[in-house]
């Protein structure tokens, strides 16, 4: 059988994106049409539960556009929640050639039901439980409606991805997997929605899959590894038996975790296994917005001190932090970017606090009447404001992400991060310097192109605009 793996994507701030060459692509920056940063797990890993014997093609939007014509029997979309109207188009143009379309990610396991009119079936839960049935379903040309995963994974039973069909040309690192889920249940997050026990798989398993990597991949590609799963060090055991693992194998490696695993003695063994890179979920500096988003194990006064123990042992942190939560007001606002390279952080990154359906922070604001009517989901990819914040007026936050991009991403920002990286060694200062270089021109773009869209949108819903708008060329 003839299949297509696609990753859905599209770039942030531009919901009318619809592939490279159409009408709303023109307006997309260069640094924001093209994300090949890594290469795409999912696809190659969801490409692994097929059969062999099938001719599969792999689609990564981040790398190339969708061909509508492709020469297949059927397709599988795996999609988030902003991308899924993009996800829905390419579905229904599949459909009405009679590729059947199989669906499945986050988006579609909260809601199936946006894609019973373009999709032949829903994959609702983990892809694993059910593909043995789908895939018999899908050879008999009957398949159901919906397939809901009634368990969790078994993730002793993951197969070595499917590393031939990668499109080389991405530019990072190749994701891994050694955990799922996550412990704890912030009010933001999508895995406060779905939720499924946090699980470890075999540590022989992982090391497989490191040594399975094509002898042809570039040096950069073969040496950087980073673990895509959400809280890697939470189980301190089973990470501190993965680092010792990984000490052999002499690579470069990242991961993300809860900012309570760092210790002074996971520092160490992240560092002496090759660790170089964590993204944490900071989120805030605000502790009353994170009492309220019942992330209560991130304490900010505890955040200096623990990012001292990553950089003291060569490891660079990047940080998301959400603009919105309920506890931010107007002077936190303003001060974010210096409080942030107070405490050190080495990449900091900003998006508006998305309201996943599904998540207590979406019911919430529903429950409160403040989203934003209609359909927000082109809006759910952190640059759009789909709801009307507690402390400061929707423009004030609006013009605040973008100034913090802006602030953050300066000459002058850059160069201090980076130079404050150059104290952690060789391999930590290049994680720092490479991942400022690479993001600085990516924010920037975002804060540009998100202020453009508010100018010409005008006045939030139902606002007058507080002051004029600064110049689009900051």
Request: glycine share 8%; net charge positive; proline share 8%.
């Amino acid at each position: 059988m003839r299949v297509a793996v696609i990753v859905v994507w599209r770039p942030k701030n531009y919901p009318e994106w619809n592939g490279r060459r159409s009408e709303g692509a023109r307006k997309v920056p260069p640094a924001l049409a093209r994300d090949a940063g890594a290469a795409p797990y999912t696809g190659i890993h969801l490409a692994s539960l097929l059969p062999r014997d099938w001719e599969v093609t792999l689609v990564h939007e981040m790398v190339r556009d969708v061909d509508l014509e492709l020469d297949v029997e059927a397709v599988f979309l795996s999609t988030m929640d902003f991308c899924a109207p993009h996800a829905r188009e390419l579905a229904a143009a599949f459909s009405a050639r009679g590729v059947r379309v199989i669906v499945g990610g986050l988006f579609p396991t909260l809601n199936p039901g946006y894609f019973a009119s373009v999709a032949d079936a829903v994959v609702v839960g983990e892809a694993e439980p059910v593909m043995p049935r789908l895939l018999a379903d899908l050879q008999r040309g009957r398949l159901s409606a919906v397939y809901r995963a009634e368990a969790p994974a078994d993730l002793a039973q993951l197969p070595v991805p499917r590393y031939d069909l990668v499109e080389t040309d991405f530019k990072m690192t190749m994701p891994y997997e050694a955990t799922r889920g996550c412990p704890f249940t912030c009010s933001f997050c999508v895995l406060s929605a779905i939720r499924l026990p946090y699980r470890r798989r075999p540590i022989p398993n992982v090391l497989r899959d490191l040594r399975a990597i094509p002898s042809g991949w570039n040096w950069r590609q073969r040496k950087y590894v980073v673990f895509w799963d959400n809280n890697l060090g939470a189980d301190r055991p089973y990470f501190r038996e993965l680092c010792e693992a990984l000490v052999p194998l002499k690579r470069v490696w990242g991961t993300e975790t809860s900012i309570d695993t760092i210790t002074p003695d996971s520092a160490r063994q992240m560092g002496r296994s090759g660790c170089r890179f964590l993204y944490i979920g900071l989120e805030s500096l605000a502790q009353e917005s994170l009492r309220r988003s019942n992330k209560r194990h991130n304490q900010v006064r505890e955040y200096r001190q623990r990012l001292r123990y990553l950089h003291d042992n060569g490891v660079q942190v990047m940080s998301l932090f959400l603009l919105g939560l309920p506890g931010d007001d107007r002077e936190y606002l303003h001060s974010l970017p210096d409080l942030i390279q107070d405490i050190g952080v080495d990449v900091p990154v900003f998006s508006f606090a998305a309201p996943i359906e599904g998540t207590p922070f979406h019911q919430s604001l529903r429950d409160a009447g403040e989203l934003l009517p209609g359909d927000i989901l082109g809006g759910m990819d952190g640059m759009h404001l789909v709801y009307k914040p507690q402390n400061v007026a929707p423009e004030e936050l609006e013009l605040a992400l973008f100034e913090c991009m802006r602030r953050s991403y300066s000459f002058t920002s850059v160069t201090r991060r980076i130079l404050r990286g150059m104290r952690s060694g060789f391999w930590g200062g290049l994680a720092n310097g490479s991942a400022n270089l690479a993001y600085a021109p990516y924010q920037r773009a975002l804060a540009r192109s998100g202020l453009e869209r508010v100018k010409e949108r005008g006045a939030w819903p139902g606002r007058e605009l507080p002051r004029p708008l600064p110049s689009c060329s900051q």
